[in-house]
């Protein structure tokens, strides 16, 4: 899969925070996400994450701008 620093994600499972949307800050083995709700990063093997990405958002849909 291929995934890119910036990119949105939207996640099959929703955070506890409500929010299913996480933004990649970090690639390589290990992803640093990001979640837009609550602000929370985490850091996760690269497999484990590109099973559990429903789509990639595209930037149109990607972080609201505030």
Request: aromatic share 2%; with cysteine.
């Amino acid at each position: 899969m291929d995934l890119r620093v910036g990119d949105v994600v939207e996640m099959r499972k929703n955070h506890p925070c409500g929010s299913s949307r996480w933004e990649i800050l970090r690639t390589g083995m290990d992803l640093r996400l990001r979640c837009l709700g609550c602000g929370r990063m985490v850091m996760l093997p690269r497999a484990k994450v590109e099973k559990s990405i429903k789509r990639v958002l595209p930037p149109e849909e990607g972080i609201p701008v505030t």
